[in-house]
């Protein structure tokens, strides 16, 4: 893969991920927690593929290719950090979610 389509891939994936996460929100909210969990694990799935090109960038860097780093770059890690701390998240108000739903308030 060219730089470009390495930053594009991790971008693409991480958006991607991102995206399934808040879909998954938006399905706890609504008390379907079967699709909330698909759509969280599409997004791990997501991530995962945008982590294997990150982790091939840093195998080089490591045998002693170095890397250009660029903005893009940087851009990309950017939203891979994110769409990961979006799902962490997430699942996190997952469960709130069917605590809420099973108890009817949250702390029971």
């Known amino acids: 893969m060219s730089p470009e389509q ?3 891939t991790i971008i693409s994936r991480a958006g991607n991920a ?5 879909e998954a929100l938006k399905h706890a909210r609504n008390g379907d ?3 909330a969990k698909n759509c969280i694990n599409k997004a791990g799935e997501e ?3 945008a982590h294997h090109v ?3 960038l840093i195998q080089k860097e490591v045998q002693g290719e170095r890397q250009e780093i660029s903005l893009l770059l940087i851009h990309a890690q950017d939203h891979l950090m994110n769409a990961m701390l979006a799902k962490d998240l997430v699942e996190e108000m997952i469960g709130l979610y069917e605590i809420v739903f099973k108890n009817g308030r949250i702390g029971e």
């Open 54 to 56: 990150q982790t091939e």
């Open 6 to 8: 390495i930053v594009f």
């Open 18 to 22: 991102r995206s399934f996460c808040f």
């Open 33 to 35: 927690f079967d699709e």
């Open 47 to 49: 991530i995962i593929e």
